[in-house]
């Protein structure tokens, strides 16, 4: 939909499309709050006139339209196909597949919102639940034009995420409270900042060992791009070392678990080792993500840039590191020392 005015003119026009065809109308005003009243009505009249009522769709229909039209495109990654497939899947069963998407209103949702919490959800939890039911409704109503009204969303309210910075003697108490296929996923992590998923999807094909120093290129991260990480020298040794042991070909993945009879298998959870290992480490607070965040913390403390941890930890915007200027201390100091000059 658009107002605007035409070259040379102070008065505004409507002009929008429904469903394939062009409507467009002089608004007979030069007040733009005027000439969108006047839009709107000029949209309900053409509805009512070259389409009837808006068309009817179903909870159902809705959540399949949204998998295929917008998350299939992007070719999520396993875990992330799995969440959204499990939020549909929680949409449908809370107002019933055959329900009219018009039949959602915002009495509906606040409902649905406090019964996550009163069920123990996390906050973030109920919020992807209802940031996704919001985006359906949301395409349903702005490019779909079977929702009449967009009902209010109202998100559970959070407090600011903190990031859980692992000391030295923490990170080698969880290394050494690990079997050994944990023990060396977490050396991966502090020495490289990657991502879970980006440690149980890597091949050998994106190693590279050759030369003084290590390499890796994370194919495929969560912001869409890829990145190269530089290895530390004891990294690329414990990689020449497992590439020794076993299978190494271009498609085996790196990171694998020994099963009882001696064959190697990709991860599919490290939930019960990782939990087993927090509590012999005596750090139940810690997550395997916190091993990125240190890894991000040591670079800063260090006097590395925080572009190139942008790049080094893959995150699309600098807005996401610099949550981790705060501890770049040295950097104001260095700063204000030169007055002092």
């Not at 998350?71 to 597949?97: D, H, M, N, W």
């Not at 085996?252 to 009882?260: F, I």
């Amino acid at each position: 939909m658009a107002c605007y005015r035409r070259k040379g003119s102070r008065m505004f026009v409507a002009e929008f499309t429904f469903r394939g065809v062009r409507y467009r109308e002089a608004a007979g005003t030069a007040n733009k709050v005027e000439a969108l009243r006047f839009e709107r009505e000029f949209r309900t009249r053409i509805e009512k006139t070259a389409g009837g009522s808006k068309p009817t769709m179903t909870v159902e229909a809705g959540c399949e339209k949204y998998f295929r039209e917008k998350l299939l495109p992007k070719q999520p990654r396993r875990t992330t196909a799995q969440k959204s497939i499990s939020v549909l899947k929680a949409i449908r069963e809370r107002f019933g597949a055959s329900t009219p998407l018009a039949d959602v209103g915002t009495l509906e949702i606040s409902e649905w919102r406090g019964q996550m919490l009163a069920e123990g959800k996390a906050p973030g939890t109920a919020n992807r639940n209802l940031a996704v039911l919001r985006a359906i409704l949301n395409l349903a109503h702005k490019d779909w034009l079977v929702l009449e009204v967009m009902p209010r969303v109202m998100m559970v309210p959070s407090g600011p995420a903190t990031n859980r910075y692992l000391s030295d003697d923490e990170v080698e108490a969880l290394i050494a409270a690990s079997p050994e296929h944990l023990a060396r996923m977490l050396k991966v992590a502090i020495s490289t900042g990657m991502r879970l998923s980006e440690m149980t999807s890597l091949l050998w094909k994106d190693v590279d060992l050759t030369g003084d120093r290590g390499h890796i290129t994370v194919v495929r991260s969560k912001s869409g791009r890829s990145r190269g990480i530089p290895l530390t020298h004891d990294l690329t040794e414990m990689l020449i070392e497992m590439k020794s042991e076993g299978a190494a070909g271009p498609y085996d993945h790196v990171l694998t678990w020994k099963r009882a009879d001696g064959v190697r298998l990709p991860f599919t959870s490290v939930r019960t080792s990782w939990q087993k290992a927090r509590e012999r480490a005596g750090v139940p607070s810690a997550t395997i993500h916190s091993f990125r965040h240190s890894f991000a913390a040591r670079l800063v403390r260090r006097g590395v840039p925080l572009f190139t941890l942008q790049q080094l930890m893959g995150h699309a915007s600098p807005v996401q590191t610099a949550a981790y200027s705060s501890l770049a201390r040295h950097d104001l100091d260095d700063a204000i020392s030169k007055l002092d000059q």
